[in-house]
């Protein structure tokens, strides 16, 4: 069994690695609350508010968004998700800006039934972008791909109500509509994290994300952004669960 000792080095060292080969770009800190619960069998809503920034002393940017979606997982292996975030933005020059997007999304779980979860995620995002100043709303479909791990560290059942876990994955964002006048045409992300489940109701990660945007296909000097993201989730007990302690 992994320890929580063991693999923090491992984490530790995969990061300086990432950093030690990121050239350009901005340092960011993102930061989630999120609350759900599950209702009517296998169905999950959650909102999601969460803020972006670029620390102090790099380009300003900063962004407040709420992300309101519900999950069906009617299979082990299968989820599908439906959303509508909605996200405002601020960038230097006093350039705003307000986007919407309608969220269709599927999830297969190689290993429902192993420790080591691995995941593909699929979504496609249809998105409405109106920029201050006047201008005409932008609409941009975009399709975005993540391969996904999940380790619990100190449990070999990832539904233990208390454990420690390693997150790991790789996302690549396909803008669909190249005659949209996108900041990027491609983008990619990379992250690497730690979790820590303190209950059934109560979740928290700390999360390295290193992003890196091209301005076309071909462009040999992409910028690379470092992210720090904090999450907390907070998850309602289902009456089903409340009976069944009840029981017990």
Request: aromatic fraction near 12%.
């Given at each position: ?5 063991s693999?923090?080095?491992i984490?530790?060292?995969v ?10 770009g ?17 169905y ?8 972006r ?8 940017w900063e ?5 309101p ?14 959303g ?40 496609y995002?249809y ?19 993540r ?5 619990p ?8 109500d ?8 790789a ?25 820590r ?9 700390m ?13 040999d ?19 089903s669960?409340s ?6």
């Amino acid at each position: 069994m992994y320890s929580l000792r063991s693999i923090l080095p491992i984490l530790v060292s995969v990061l300086a690695t990432i950093v030690a080969h990121s050239q350009s770009g901005t340092n960011q800190l993102w930061v989630d609350g999120t609350v759900g619960s599950a209702f009517a069998a296998y169905y999950k809503g959650e909102m999601e508010l969460g803020y972006r920034a670029v620390v102090p002393g790099d380009t300003k940017w900063e962004s407040l968004r709420v992300i309101p979606r519900v999950e069906a997982a009617p299979t082990a292996h299968w989820t599908f998700l439906l959303g509508t975030p909605a996200i405002y933005s601020e960038q230097e020059n006093a350039l705003k800006s307000f986007e919407v997007r309608a969220l269709l999304g599927a999830k297969y779980n190689f290993t429902p039934f192993k420790r080591v979860q691995s995941r593909l995620n699929l979504r496609y995002e249809y998105r409405r972008i109106q920029q201050s100043g006047g201008s005409e709303a932008q609409l941009s479909p975009r399709l975005r791909l993540r391969a996904e791990f999940l380790v619990p560290l100190d449990t070999r059942n990832y539904r233990s109500d208390s454990m420690w876990y390693a997150l790991a994955d790789a996302e690549a964002f396909v803008t669909l509509d190249k005659l949209v006048d996108e900041p990027f045409a491609s983008r990619a992300r990379f992250r690497v994290g730690l979790g820590r489940k303190f209950s059934y109701n109560w979740w928290a990660e700390m999360i390295y994300n290193l992003q890196e945007s091209r301005n076309s296909l071909t462009d040999d000097d992409p910028a690379i952004d470092n992210i720090i993201r904090l999450r907390v989730k907070y998850y309602v007990t289902p009456r089903s669960r409340s009976k069944k302690a009840e029981k017990r």
